[in-house]
């Protein structure tokens, strides 16, 4: 029983963690406007399968 409830705390603590990324990247976003265009996206995308580049 303790180790599901560890287990299940250490799963909420990381969709915490993951929606409060998501909301800082939002808010930053809605300051800024800056975004990142479809067009440099599906480049990298088609850079991944060739190159092996990794996304910052």
């Given at each position: 029983?303790?180790?599901a409830i560890?287990?299940?705390l250490?799963?909420?603590e990381a969709?915490?963690?993951e929606r409060r990324?998501?909301?800082d990247r939002w808010k930053k976003y809605e300051i800024t406007?800056?975004?990142i265009g479809h067009d440099k996206v599906a480049e990298w995308a088609?850079?991944?399968r060739t190159?092996?580049?990794k996304f910052d």
């Amino acid at each position: 029983m303790k180790l599901a409830i560890e287990r299940f705390l250490d799963e909420e603590e990381a969709l915490e963690k993951e929606r409060r990324l998501v909301l800082d990247r939002w808010k930053k976003y809605e300051i800024t406007g800056e975004a990142i265009g479809h067009d440099k996206v599906a480049e990298w995308a088609a850079n991944l399968r060739t190159s092996g580049t990794k996304f910052d």
